[in-house]
């Protein structure tokens, strides 16, 4: 099977589990209003509907076309409960602040590194994010148990296209975001902790690679 298409039967598969969890809701609430529980059904259904409309933005910005240039606070605002679950919250350092503009490539990846680092966080914890979206980001989990998929440093280096760095949809984010880096021309690099660190080396993101000059 064609490597491009296995990573897409993947992402699609992930992508549908990720919804299954919001659809489970609204379909809960339906049976309430079977149950004469209309007041109790029509919360529930909001509450669902409002989770699936954040998660199907999130999911069409990392793995669809991208939420374009972006604010921190945009960003933000789209991660807000997604990451690991709702366990992991980010973590931004100073120099950093809410108005920080991502340039496009920047942006999809940094969504992307942020909730690979959430699924490094098995028992929750903190992303932290620091750096200079116009130079080099780093994206960091911490948290207890915190590590970085093993096939990680592997996609890196094979751009996310062998079939065997994701054997089901829960491994896909470190080969998609590896493909999406590869395909968008922003390096990303697992970097080196620092002296004393005992916690995953900082994903890299960047340099970003000038922009061509025009004809």
């Known amino acids: 099977m064609p490597q491009?298409?296995?990573?897409?039967?993947?992402i699609a598969a992930r992508i549908c589990h990720d919804l299954s969890g919001p659809v489970g809701t609204i379909e809960g609430a339906l049976t309430l209003l079977d149950a004469g529980a209309a007041g109790e059904a029509l919360s529930v259904a909001q509450e669902g509907a409002a989770a699936q409309r954040q998660r199907l933005a999130l999911i069409r910005a990392a793995w669809g076309d991208g939420p374009g240039d972006a604010t921190l606070a945009e960003l933000l605002a789209l991660l807000d409960g997604q990451v690991a679950g709702g366990r992991a919250r980010v973590e931004v350092a100073e120099g950093l602040s809410p108005g920080t503009t991502f340039a496009a490539p920047v942006a999809q990846l940094t969504l992307n590194a942020v909730l690979l680092a959430g699924d490094a966080l098995p028992r929750g914890g903190i992303v932290q994010l620091c750096g200079d979206p116009a130079e080099v980001l780093?994206?960091?989990?911490?948290?207890?148990?915190?590590?970085?998929?093993?096939?990680?440093?592997?996609?890196?280096?094979?751009?996310?296209?062998?079939?065997?760095?994701?054997?089901?949809?829960?491994?896909?984010?470190?080969?998609?975001?590896?493909?999406?880096?590869?395909?968008?021309?922003?390096?990303?690099?697992l970097g080196l902790g620092g002296p004393g660190a005992t916690g995953p080396a900082p994903l890299l993101i960047g340099p970003v690679p000038p922009a061509s000059p025009p004809r």
């Open 138 to 189: 780093m994206v960091r989990p911490e948290g207890q148990g915190a590590a970085w998929p093993p096939g990680l440093a592997a996609a890196l280096a094979a751009g996310g296209l062998d079939p065997g760095l994701a054997a089901d949809p829960r491994g896909v984010r470190a080969p998609a975001l590896a493909a999406l880096a590869a395909d968008l021309g922003v390096p990303v690099a």
């Open 4 to 10: 491009h298409f296995r990573l897409a039967q993947l």
